[in-house]
């Protein structure tokens, strides 16, 4: 118990006191001033007012509720005044605030942000879709942290709705295959069919027709731009069959600015090679025998060097290449027999700019985790689901796992994989990416939970892995049904060397003790002999895991190279990545490649089945510098990687030229950007002068108010009340229908936000039976209250006093009748 005063400064009264006692004692030197000092003291205490607090429940009978009904232009595929009757419920047994939101912008998170952190409890009567204001998600992360509950209402879909978006670059390349995206989303998971019609610059490109039966439809397209300038595409659907309520978001318009070839310089000993040949066709290259000299590189977007030895550069040279590369241009290291650690980069000016050092890899082990998260029911039901999640987010965040390998796995009635496999956590768009799906994890229908299949699968996931092995579970500890078998197989894990934790976050479950109240967690880690793993935290802690350290890189003499038959495959080590996520290396494999390591906070996008780096970039100055260690698929005859640049594999190269060229449009004269936008959104629209002259832009012919906000740069916001193709000076600008038509259906990906406010999802009806009775539940908070200690101070000081004043008059009592007997035995003598 924790006492605390209000009154702290009465207790320098005790000094005097004190100092009044001592002075008395030695007066009198009786017990009296002993009682009487002591008894003093306890009345300065109590004058100093002592208090401790205690926990109480505290229930609203009517808890206060804001029904937020969307009534938005795209709700209007469920019924009319969805909610309503909802709402009359509800009011008529609680306090209830209705707050409707109407017209052709959607600002859920603006409503969920205002009422949260006020005693209220947030019902959405919504399909979920927020496209203005706040962004939703953050907007319940901060209903959960001010502890404000949050249901949502998900209305019957009355009628089916389609819509239709492009997606792909604005700016593309002229002559160039440029890869495009057609989504086609409907609300329902029916089966709707529609005729399809693209169309270029107005005349129609391609027509087919499509059955689907899936919430989104992606059809990729490819397209070529023979001439600059301004393009356009657009698309239509029709003779839709599966209902469809407004036509206005069946057809999309998305504008082209077709733009020349980049340059790119290339210095090569072999001019007909397939990286040459695959770097003309898609950009202007400039060939040169050797270093072309600073003057010819400045106008490149690009320098790639092929397969060059270290001394073929002097020191100015590489000078040079080092400020090209920090002022902002792109660098391309290939390999081969004359290069990286055959061309005697190691420890050279050169390989300051690299992300990769020439030697080989010392380790290919490092650090492998797997998170286990409980997603059974009893952790809804026990309210520690949204502290499972937020534990996992917190791991995923720890800057130790930043060169890590980290996998997700969910288990509940059955266990199944998150993350898709192993995670290189160095890049922070990785990380972005498990950390939304973990937030986005939800509960399990079945009660059963699972934890022998999660770890199963971590053990098959382990089994091709090397280096540190670690895997956390972070449950509420209900695994009774599961306990015998989850030993056995965590045994097991022990046994491969995996450091098996245990985050066991307390609760009500009744399946997380036996009937002694033994913790079946922290048995299973007893019984395992790894107890220090395990941790029993309270709801709202947070776990601190300790890592071991990597296990030393082992020597390189004694570390032998699986053999391949000379062949090695090839793996996306970053499938994510801007380079990578359009490829497909299924297949791809190579003879031969430089033994490098990766520099710290390098990105490995590519490697070798054996661990090896193939492709890894970084960041240098304002530059972005790409190594390519195997080589250009001629190789002087070796053809270490001549698969890479045939067929669907010639996509790495390009993906990695086009990565290191950045913006791909050269500057020179007036450079105008500006997204295409919606009805009703404005585009920003920005406009650089390379060259002298007087900025100028017209919108349809109407002049542009233009504000300079930097070194020759000028902006202005455009907002065009037309939809179509509008035309800026030259430069196009696309109009599509209002965002608010775009999503259409319910939106799942909220769903796991919700219930980690500690709210639910129900249909109409199941509000109406439900919400009011787990509002109750949910109203049930602990307070913490003061409580006086006072007056028990003041007893304990009436107690002592009158226990003194009894104990002396006994005493005198006593001392009396001693002598009273004393003076009868003098008369009778």
Do not use: C
């Not at 081969?336 to 080989?360: F, H, M, Q, T």
């Not at 999640?389 to 800057?399: H, K, M, P, T, Y």
């Not at 202005?716 to 939809?723: D, G």
């Amino acid at each position: 118990m924790n006492i605390a005063l209000e009154s702290p400064e009465m207790l320098l009264l005790i000094i005097p006191v004190i100092i009044a006692g001592f002075y008395l004692l030695r007066k009198t030197k009786t017990k009296l001033v002993e009682w009487r000092v002591l008894v003093s003291l306890l009345l300065i205490l109590a004058l100093a007012s002592p208090y401790t607090t205690v926990t109480r429940t505290v229930s609203e009978e009517d808890p206060s509720i804001v029904l937020v009904q969307d009534q938005t232009a795209s709700m209007g595929i469920f019924p009319e005044g969805a909610g309503t009757d909802l709402y009359e419920s509800l009011t008529a047994k609680t306090p209830t605030a209705l707050v409707q939101l109407t017209g052709e912008k959607t600002t859920l998170g603006d409503a969920v942000t205002q009422y949260s952190g006020l005693g209220n409890q947030i019902v959405l009567v919504t399909d979920g879709n927020s496209n203005s204001g706040k962004d939703l998600t953050e907007a319940l992360e901060f209903a959960k942290d001010t502890n404000t509950t949050v249901y949502l209402v998900q209305p019957e879909l009355e009628t089916n709705d389609l819509s239709v978006e492009i997606l792909g670059d604005k700016k593309v390349v002229v002559d160039n295959q440029n890869e495009f995206e057609i989504v086609v989303r409907q609300a329902s998971e029916q089966s709707v069919s529609y005729f399809l019609e693209v169309f270029v610059d107005g005349k129609i490109s391609q027509s087919r027709q499509f059955t689907q039966d899936t919430r989104n439809n992606t059809i990729p397209i490819n397209q070529a731009f023979t001439t600059l300038g301004a393009h356009n595409m657009s698309v239509k659907i029709s003779d839709i069959s599966g209902g469809d309520l407004k036509e206005i978001n069946n057809e999309f318009f998305k504008s082209i600015y077709v733009i020349p070839k980049p340059e790119i310089t290339l210095v090569t000993n072999e001019t007909g090679s397939p990286l040459a040949k695959v770097l003309s066709n898609l950009y202007e290259v400039s060939v040169a025998n050797g270093y072309p000299g600073a003057g010819n590189i400045t106008d490149s977007k690009v320098l790639v060097l092929d397969n060059q030895y270290i001394n073929s550069f002097s020191d100015a040279e590489i000078k040079e290449i080092k400020n090209y590369v920090s002022n902002g241009g792109g660098l391309i290291i290939v390999g081969g027999d004359r290069a990286y650690n055959y061309g005697n980069y190691l420890n050279s000016s050169l390989e300051e700019v690299l992300p990769v050092i020439s030697k080989p890899s010392e380790f290919k082990g490092g650090r492998n985790l797997i998170l286990l998260l409980d997603v059974s029911p009893s952790t809804v039901a026990h309210k520690t689901q949204g502290d499972i999640l937020s534990n996992a987010v917190r791991i995923l965040e720890e800057d130790n796992l930043k060169d890590a390998n980290v996998a997700v796995i969910a288990f509940g009635n059955a266990a199944y994989d998150v993350s898709g496999g192993f995670v290189f956590m160095g890049l922070p768009h990785n990380v972005a990416i498990l950390k939304e799906k973990v937030s986005k994890l939800t509960p399990t229908n079945e009660t059963q939970t699972s934890l022998d299949q999660g770890l199963g699968i971590a053990k098959q996931m382990f089994e091709s892995e090397d280096g540190e092995l670690d895997a956390i579970v972070i449950s509420d500890g209900g695994i009774e049904e599961s306990y015998g078998q989850s030993v056995q197989i965590a045994q097991e894990l022990k046994d491969m060397g995996v450091n098996l934790y245990f985050i066991h976050i307390r609760s009500s479950a009744p399946s997380q003790a036996d009937r002694t109240r033994n913790y079946y967690a922290e048995m299973l880690m007893q019984k395992i002999g790894l107890e220090g793993n395990y941790q029993h935290i309270e709801m709202g802690e947070r776990a601190n895991i300790v890592f071991e350290e990597p296990a030393e890189a082992p020597d390189e003499t004694e570390e032998e190279e699986p053999e391949y038959n000379g062949t090695y495959p090839l793996l996306e080590y970053s499938p994510d990545h801007f380079i990578t996520r359009s490829v497909n290396l299924t297949n791809a494999s190579i003879t031969g490649y430089n033994q490098v390591t990766p520099k710290a906070g390098a990105e490995r996008l590519v490697i070798t089945v054996t661990g090896q780096p193939v492709l890894t970039t970084w960041r240098f100055g304002l530059g972005r510098v790409a190594a390519f260690t195997t080589d250009n698929g001629e190789g002087g005859g070796v053809r270490w990687s001549s698969v890479l640049y045939n067929g669907s594999n010639s996509k790495l190269i390009s993906g990695t030229a086009n990565w290191a060229i950045g913006n791909p449009q050269a500057e020179v004269g007036a450079v105008v950007d500006a997204p295409d936008t919606w009805l009703g959104t404005p585009s920003d629209l920005t406009l650089i002068m390379y060259d002298e002259g007087i900025p100028q832009l017209k919108l349809n012919g109407a002049q542009l108010d233009l504000a300079l906000t930097g070194r020759n740069t000028y902006e202005t916001s455009v907002n065009p009340v037309n939809i179509g193709i509008h035309d800026i000076s030259g430069y196009p600008l696309a109009v599509n229908y209002a965002l608010e038509y775009l999503e259409v259906g319910h939106n799942k990906d909220i769903e796991s936000y919700i219930v980690a406010t500690g709210g639910k999802i129900y249909t109409e009806k199941e509000a109406r039976a439900s919400l009011l009775k787990d509002a109750r539940q949910n109203s049930q908070k602990e307070s913490n209250e003061p409580v006086s200690l006072k007056m028990h101070v003041l007893l304990a000081a009436l107690i002592l006093y009158l226990s003194e004043v009894i104990a002396r008059r006994i005493k005198e009592m006593r001392r009396l009748t001693q002598a009273q007997g004393e003076g009868t035995e003098e008369k009778a003598a």
